[in-house]
């Protein structure tokens, strides 16, 4: 029988800054700055530009990537993206306002499934660590498949968990749903982790006859397939071998066999990740895993252990290695780390990572100064020479060091309320100087090179020997990636002019320049000086 939930609006007076802390830290996770930076390359520009290319092209079957066909991902997240881009236009808060609607229905989905299963603070507290947490924030803000990935993983694993729990057959349709849709977002890993998740723990507890009744639910396929198939077999009779190729064998199993894109690493590579990834409560996290075989004992516990440790292993095991591959199973950590906020100690310990995160950004501008002239590559060194660190983004960091501090030696507040302080600031610091400061470098440049691009509607662009898809997006157009002709406006690094022959250096900054190749020899003469160009930078874009 189905377990009856208690209300829902009834909260606790203990709990109300937490509810008030779960409205920041949605707000400041998700939604503050979203469209404040440019498009990130390469994932966020390669997104973008394939969801302009469905315009382009009058074409929302298929993807392409500056008019060649793109097979990585399916086809779900660009219909959400061209659903937010024909409401709001052309610009950074469409593309990523369907990523940060989905990280916040995860944040949500983690509340109301704590609170059904355990109780309605634990699952405040877990929903509260998951959007305040390092990776997830910027998960949330990217405009890729990754946020509306883990929402249906994390509905997937869940519905599947409550379907084990209470017998109810509706959750395992529900969980079949969401994979089906997962699987329109990214294929295969989108049944891979709920499913192996489930197997595995009922065959943990000795009910294999239970994994294999869930597995062979002719029901439940029969949804999965409702929702998935038709897409994949329009694709399929569309664009042949190629998609099948492309996408099942190179961008799912060829990931596992090899590293795809310069994407590897070792068995290890996940340790810092997670370590990284789950700050501020990296501390909390080690306290958690501390207590394994007390969690094991616990069908929630277990349930949480396998799905982090599922998503863990296998991804260790896959050549291709990339850090939010990893976040798959976040979920289940946090509804751990959240049991462990509220039992008894000292809060020292727990705020020495986001103690040690402000102190690295404290310290980032002479960082970067001493690690510039050792850089090879002549555009990172002169992204990390533009480096400018303004007055706000000190005092907001010694601002952080100093409340840190003062939460470890304080002892009146509980440490629930500290910790989940410490997320608030986080994210916060992270939205509103990390992220800005790194995109003015990196992105900002690309941005004004691709709008100062549209004004040479008629000569071809051309990327060369950059990789940079947020160009086209800017640029307005099909852009492709070639060696230089005449009468070619080219983006490449400022370093490769010399080598471009006759040009006019329409733009340069950070490291890139935008320049026009000549048509006649005369034509780039009064303008040859790689050195100073002839025209202007442009003024940064509102």
């Known amino acids: ?8 609006l009834a909260v606790a007076p203990a709990d109300r800054p937490l509810y008030a802390g779960l ?56 219909w959400l993206q061209a659903a937010s881009l024909t409401a709001f236009g052309v610009n950074e808060f469409a ?37 305040t947490s390092l990776a997830v924030t910027v998960i ?21 968990y409550l379907y084990l729990r209470e017998g109810w057959r509706l959750w395992l349709y529900a969980a079949a749903a969401a994979m089906g849709l997962g699987f329109l977002t990214k294929g295969p890993v989108a049944v891979l982790v709920p499913g192996g998740v489930a197997l595995l723990y009922c065959i943990s507890r000795g009910e294999w006859r239970r994994g294999l009744k869930l597995a062979s639910d002719w029901r439940a396929w029969l949804l999965f397939f409702a929702i998935a198939a038709p897409w994949f077999i329009l694709q399929y ?40 990834g789950v700050l501020p409560y990296t501390a909390l996290l080690s306290r958690a895993l501390l207590r394994w075989r007390e969690w094991l004992a616990d069908p929630l516990g277990r349930y949480s252990l396998i799905w982090f440790g599922l998503v863990f292993v296998l991804f260790s095991l896959a050549a291709t290695k990339l850090p939010h591959y990893l976040t798959y199973g976040y979920t289940g950590l946090f509804l751990l780390m959240a049991k462990e906020l509220d039992k008894p100690g000292p809060a020292g310990w727990l705020l020495l990572p986001p103690l040690l995160y402000f102190g690295l950004l404290l310290a980032l501008p002479g960082v970067a100064a001493l690690a510039a002239p050792r850089v090879r590559d002549d555009l990172a060194r002169a992204q990390l020479d533009g480096l400018v660190f303004p007055l706000d983004y000190y005092a907001v960091l010694v601002a952080a060091v100093l409340l840190t501090l003062y939460g470890m030696r304080e002892r009146r507040v509980a440490v629930a309320y500290k910790v989940v302080a410490s997320g608030l600031m986080l994210v916060a610091v992270t939205s509103g100087q990390v992220l800005p400061l790194v995109a003015s470098v990196r992105q ?19 990327m060369w020997g950059v990789n940079l898809p947020s160009f086209s997006v800017y640029s307005g157009r099909m852009v492709e990636r070639r060696a230089p002709r005449a009468g070619d406006v080219v983006l490449t690094k400022s370093a490769r002019l010399a080598a471009l022959g006759p040009h006019r250096v329409l733009y340069r900054r950070h490291g890139l320049a935008l320049a026009h190749v000549a048509s006649e020899a005369a034509d780039a003469m009064p303008c040859a000086s790689v050195q100073t160009g002839c025209a202007p930078a442009v003024e940064p874009i509102p």
Request: charged share 15%.
């Open 237 to 276: 009779l569309r664009e042949g071998e190629g998609f099948f190729q492309g996408f099942f064998l190179r961008h799912n199993w060829g990931r596992f066999r090899q590293p795809l894109e310069g994407h590897g690493g070792g068995w290890w590579y996940y340790v810092p990740v997670l370590l990284v």
């Open 95 to 131: 593309f990523r306002l369907p990523s940060a609607l989905a990280a916040a229905a995860w944040a949500w989905l983690v509340f109301w499934f704590g609170r059904r299963v355990a109780d309605r603070r634990r699952g405040l507290l877990a929903a509260l660590l998951l959007s």
């Open 1 to 8: 029988m189905p377990v009856m939930a208690r209300p829902f």
């Open 23 to 78: 409205a920041l830290a949605l707000f400041f996770s998700f939604f503050y700055q979203l469209g404040a930076v440019p498009l990130f390359d390469l994932d966020e520009g390669a997104f973008g530009q394939a969801t302009r290319e469905m315009f382009l092209r009058g074409d929302f079957v298929s993807t392409y990537l500056n008019g060649q066909p793109r097979h990585d991902k399916p086809i779900l997240s660009y």
């Open 444 to 462: 900002q440049p690309v941005k004004e090179a691709g709008l100062l691009a549209r004004q040479y509607p008629r000569q071809p662009a051309v």
């Open 140 to 160: 949330g803000k990217a405009a890729t498949a990754d946020a509306l990935l883990n929402l249906l993983l994390a509905a997937g694993a869940m519905a599947l």
